[in-house]
């Protein structure tokens, strides 16, 4: 005998119309979602907390209408935290620091969540860089992991320690760590400035260029992440797209033997979680770096990558 949940609690949160099925390919209910961030909440919360997050919602379900969310607007969800005057002309931005935000900004529809490359506590100045590397249409997965490993290659050659995690949907996200030295202007220049090098030194893989018809049988290395006010999917975020992909941190050491951005799922990434032996990103944290003008120079001057 089957009985019609109409609520649930999780975390001290009411949770409201749990058996809602969120995504129909999988038969994925909402709570199922909602237990998911319950489940990584301790591995997920270091990597939004103090991060201004934008929010995916998908108030149906995830074939119906999604609201891309940068602020705190009229709906408010519970126990997340308000931060005003950071986007001046705007409402609050918003950070979700505590269990109880996640599976409170989760029972408001919450799928994906995106962070900002700074925290809160040193708003204009990225403690971090990211490169989001998009394959073109019908670009086999092998080439995705050779673009992430040059990427990762042309970085070190500069000085620069990088880590790698899969977006959850098509591609990778490579996350270069820095001290919080440069503000904004000057990182997004370094990172268009790597961009720019790739795409000139190995133009047969790499395209600078949005845009689909300049990514024809390339990667397209996207700098745009690097903006202030621009994001990109946290790290153990699901995305909103058929499945339930989750974007997951790895080692440089594993991506070899990645076969699809959307490889982990929420229904398959608590085994590997489970089963991991070190942090992939071990070291992450500890990472001390800054761009710096000679590296630019090198950029500039076409070397770098040998
Ligand atoms: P993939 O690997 O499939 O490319 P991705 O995470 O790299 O996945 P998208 O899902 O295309 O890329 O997301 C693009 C970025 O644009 C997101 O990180 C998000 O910050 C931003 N974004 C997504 N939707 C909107 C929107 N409706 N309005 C503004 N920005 C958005
Ligand atoms: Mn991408």
């Known amino acids: 005998m089957s009985v019609k949940v109409t609520s649930a609690d999780v975390a001290g949160v009411r949770v409201s119309h749990p058996d809602r099925i969120i995504e129909k390919r999988a038969g994925i209910r909402k709570i199922d979602l909602v ?11 270091p990597h939004l907390q103090d991060r201004p997050v934008s929010l995916v919602r998908a108030p149906e379900d995830i074939g119906g209408e999604l ?21 001046p002309g705007h409402p609050p931005l918003i950070t979700v620091d505590t269990l109880k935000a996640l599976i409170g900004a989760a029972q408001m529809g919450t799928v994906e969540f995106h962070t900002w490359n700074a925290l809160v506590s040193n708003i204009e100045k990225p403690d971090r860089m990211v490169f989001d590397l998009d394959p073109g ?27 790698c995690k899969t977006s959850g949907g098509k591609g990778l996200h490579v996350v270069v760590p820095l001290t919080k030295h440069a503000g904004w202007d000057e ?35 996207d700098y745009l992440r690097n903006n202030r006010g621009s994001s990109t ?74």
């Open 35 to 45: 237990h998911y961030y319950a489940s990584v909440a301790d591995r997920m919360l």
């Open 67 to 87: 609201f891309f969310q940068k602020h705190s607007q009229k709906l408010s969800i519970p126990n997340v935290k308000q931060h005003p005057g950071l986007d």
């Open 137 to 163: 249409a019908s670009l086999g997965w092998e080439r995705m992991i050779e673009a992430a490993q040059l990427t990762r290659s042309l970085l070190e050659e500069l000085g620069l320690i990088s880590f």
């Open 187 to 221: 990182v997004k220049a370094f990172s268009q400035a790597v961009a720019q090098h790739m795409a000139t030194t190995l133009p047969k893989y790499f395209s600078a260029k949005m845009g689909p018809q300049n990514r024809r049988q390339k990667i397209f290395v």
């Open 233 to 306: 999917v946290a790290a153990l975020s699901a995305r909103a797209r058929p499945g339930l992909g989750v974007s997951v941190p790895l080692s440089w050491d594993e991506i070899a033997t990645t076969t699809r951005g959307d490889q982990w799922t929420i229904e398959n990434v608590l085994e590997r979680l489970h089963d991991l032996k070190r942090d992939p990103w071990q070291g992450y944290a500890k990472t001390r770096q800054r761009i710096t003008a000679a590296m630019m120079k090198r950029l500039d001057e076409g070397g770098g990558c040998g």
